[in-house]
């Protein structure tokens, strides 16, 4: 088989693992491709590079593929997540002024309570409050607005700006921001770097969020099926190969080149173990699957996703939203992931679940029989039905 | 022919902000404003109601402005990426080129190219000067290794500068290397000896 190299664009984060691991443990060379892996400098860049035919295919953040579709943004290339490469991996962290006001109050920093810390930050808040995020288009913006408006920060006045993460240091310290919400490692660079602390992992708001996903160009799809499974293919078998606790070492390394993330390994190693350093005090805090890159099929790209992620940019940006959630989910393509995945691949029986109706680890229907789904609660209880828009 | 267009370049070096703007001022009859790099970019920009927005597609500050696509961002009006409506391969060549613009939604395409074009040929033109500067940084650098390396060689080994340098590329082919790697390596453990 000859290899045929394929240009993928990333961020430089944690959760790019994936598609790095598919490059450098061989996983790509297995299926006879080569990834020619493109670090961006933003995430408008990603998308361009993606829309725009530079790359055939991105690590992309999990609501921009469903907002393209909505046209919002800007750029409205039709770009299919054929597969979600992680889930969870943000965290809040606040900054130094924050930081002291809270621990003014007796603050705890448990970095796993949400209705504890809305309430201590409503407490010493008195301003407008305003958080920074990489990109308008995100889970860390769904998954702030979510905690506002079910905490007592839903009666504060709370901005979100987009701040490129790079930059977040001098946006705090310029008082351009007081807290963000960032992937890692980005949170751990602002804790090392004494900007703030840590406030609360993403999964503690929704303890199942999709983060990233493999974005490719529907037409692309469509005219390289045969392609496009062999990428597949190579990132499932990445995912697959991080989820074993004894590889976290290695991917730390290969992570930690100059080449990807340039920062140390103990840093990316925080994420990946879930064991975190949240204050420059040095204070310990654990958090197991804080960032799942495969068990419980997470890889799945399930439409109720797309849809919860469709409903909340329908109700922010005054579109339809029976009509947006069905256009939404179009662009979650389980029929796809279904079409393309290798036979140890053990699928869901339905495209759609309930979102947030585990509260434990379940055994499900699946192909197979053997396939356990992880809790995926929201912190309020609530639980999503993709049938009910309202 | 509506009033005059009002571009923003986003560009934090002085030299290069200025040859963009001379261009586009030769090219169209416009109004160009310059903006570095701040942490309030997208408010900084809505200040002066643009018509078109152009900045570099390398710079991380340029996910600031996603916020003016949005129809409760900073901006009142409109903006789409220029890029993503307009025909005839301009969007590519311009993603090439290394620059983005965003444009209010409804200006007319007449009236946009000769701004782009003009863009796109001076992106081009600070793009390709980039990278000449950082290969000739990048080949001194090597040098200065190598001829540190050299040295090593000759002092250590009693030998000339030909055969010393001989000696590098041979090491190199051998394992398959490049040159100034081999002296890095070589300057490198040198200093942990000494």
């Known amino acids: ?390 | 022919m509506g009033a005059k267009l009002t571009v923003v370049v986003v560009e934090e070096d002085r030299d290069r902000a200025i040859a963009i703007v001379d261009a586009l001022k030769a090219a169209t009859d416009c109004e160009v404003v310059v903006i570095g790099n701040s942490s309030a970019l997208a408010r900084r920009i809505a200040a002066h109601e643009p018509d078109i927005v152009l900045i570099d597609i390398d710079s991380p500050t340029r996910d600031m402005l996603e916020e003016l696509t949005l129809a409760s961002g900073p901006l009142e009006r409109p903006v789409a990426m220029f890029v993503s409506n307009s025909a005839g391969g301009l969007a590519q060549a311009a993603v090439e080129a290394g620059v983005s613009a965003y444009v209010v939604d409804g200006l007319a395409p007449q009236r946009i190219k000769p701004v782009i074009d003009t863009a796109i040929a001076r992106f081009r033109m600070v793009r390709q000067m980039r990278t000449e500067l950082a290969e000739t940084r990048r080949a001194l650098e090597e040098r200065k290794v190598i001829d540190r390396a050299k040295g090593l060689l000759m002092k250590a080994k009693q030998i000339d500068e030909d055969a010393a340098y001989a000696l590098l590329r041979k090491t190199a082919m051998d394992q398959g290397r490049r040159v100034a790697d081999v002296a890095e390596a070589l300057v490198t453990a040198s200093e942990l000896l000494r």
């Open chain 1, 1 to 390: 088989m000859k290899t045929v190299t394929l240009p993928v664009a990333y961020m430089p984060l944690v959760d790019a693992a994936p598609l790095i691991v598919a490059q450098e443990m061989g996983f790509a060379q297995t299926e006879g491709i080569a990834l020619d892996l493109i670090a961006a400098p933003s995430w408008s860049s990603v998308r361009d590079m993606l829309a725009f035919g530079r790359v055939d295919a991105a690590h992309m953040l999990s609501p921009v593929p469903v907002a393209m579709a909505l046209g919002l943004g800007g750029v409205a290339t039709p770009v299919s997540a054929v597969m979600v490469t992680s889930v969870n991996g943000d965290v809040i962290g606040v900054g130094r002024a924050l930081e002291a006001r809270l621990r003014a109050t007796g603050f705890g920093f448990d970095f796993a309570d949400p209705r504890a810390a809305a309430r201590a930050l409503a407490q010493v808040t008195d301003g407008p409050l305003v958080f920074g995020v990489p990109f308008p288009f995100s889970m860390h913006v769904e998954l702030l607005h979510y905690w506002f408006d079910g905490t007592d920060l839903g009666g504060t006045k709370v901005t979100i700006r987009t701040v490129p993460p790079p930059l977040m240091a001098e946006a705090l310290a310029a008082g351009d921001i007081d807290a963000f919400c960032v992937g890692e490692p980005w949170g751990s660079v602002a804790v090392d770097q004494g900007s703030g602390a840590l406030l609360l992992p993403g999964k503690a708001i929704w303890s199942f969020a999709p983060e990233k996903v493999l974005a490719v160009r529907t037409d692309w799809a469509e005219t390289e099926p045969h392609l496009l499974r062999r990428l597949m293919r190579a990132v499932w078998r990445a995912a697959q190969w991080l989820a074993r606790p004894d590889t976290r070492t290695t991917a730390a390394e290969i992570l930690s080149r100059k080449a990807y993330l340039d920062v140390p390994p103990e840093l990316i190693d925080r994420a990946l173990n879930g064991r975190f350093t949240i204050s420059g005090q040095a204070e310990q805090r654990e958090v197991p699957r804080f960032l799942e890159f495969h068990d419980g099929a997470a890889n799945f790209p399930w439409r109720s996703q797309a849809k919860w992620v469709a409903r909340r940019l329908a109700l922010r940006h005054g579109l339809p939203v029976a009509e947006t959630m069905a256009r939404g989910s179009e662009v979650y393509r389980s029929d796809l992931f279904r079409a393309h995945m290798p036979i140890e691949a053990d699928l869901p029986g339905a495209s759609e679940k309930l979102e947030g109706a585990i509260p434990h680890d379940t055994a499900v229907a699946s192909q197979k029989g053997h396939l356990t789904l992880l809790a995926d609660s929201f912190f309020d209880g609530a639980i999503f039905d993709p049938d009910l828009p309202d």
